[in-house]
C-alpha cells in the first residue's frame, strides 16, 4: 500500500516561488509513476507533472513548460515539484498521485486522475498580492 504525504504549501506574491514534497512510504521506490495534479476552486483536477522513479524521465503539462520542476530524491523516496514565476492563476491545492508499473512514456495517460489508485491529501498554494 502507497501511502503518499504532501508538503511545502503556503501563500506567495505573484512572481514567486515554492517548492513542493511528496513524500512516498509503504513500498519500495521503485517502477513508479508520481504525478503532481492541482485543483482550484470550482474546477477540475488538472495534471501538472511526472517523474518516473527509474531514470528520471519527466513530461509536463502545457501550464507547468519553462515555470515548474519535478525532481525526485530517490534515497528520500521523495518527488518535488519547484515552481517558479506563480501566478494566480496558480492558486489550488496540489496533489501527488502514484501508479505503480509499467506504462508508456509520452502518451497522454498521465493526464487522467482515473489511472491513479494513491493520493496524497493535498497541500494548499495561494498566490496573492
Known amino acids: 500500500q502507497v501511502h503518499l504525504v504532501e508538503s511545502g504549501g503556503g501563500s506567495v506574491q505573484p512572481g514567486g516561488s515554492l517548492r513542493l514534497s511528496c513524500r512516498v512510504s509503504?513500498?519500495?521506490?521503485?517502477?513508479?509513476?508520481v504525478t503532481w495534479f492541482r485543483q482550484a476552486p470550482g474546477q477540475g483536477r488538472e495534471a501538472v507533472a511526472i517523474?518516473?522513479?527509474?531514470?528520471?524521465?519527466?513530461s509536463y503539462a502545457a501550464s507547468a513548460e519553462r515555470r515548474f520542476i519535478i525532481s525526485q530524491n530517490n534515497a528520500a523516496k521523495t518527488v518535488y515539484l519547484q515552481m517558479n514565476s506563480l501566478n494566480v492563476e496558480d492558486t489550488a491545492m496540489y496533489y501527488c498521485?502514484?501508479?505503480?508499473?509499467?506504462?508508456?512514456?509520452?502518451?497522454?495517460?498521465?493526464?487522467?486522475?482515473?489511472?491513479?489508485?494513491?493520493w496524497g491529501q493535498g497541500t494548499q498554494v495561494t498566490v496573492s498580492s
Open positions: 498521485a502514484a501508479y505503480q508499473g509499467l506504462r508508456s512514456f509520452g502518451s497522454s495517460w498521465w493526464y487522467h486522475q482515473n489511472e491513479y489508485r494513491y
Open positions: 509503504g513500498s519500495a521506490f521503485s517502477a513508479m509513476f
Open positions: 517523474i518516473y522513479s527509474d531514470g528520471g524521465w519527466t
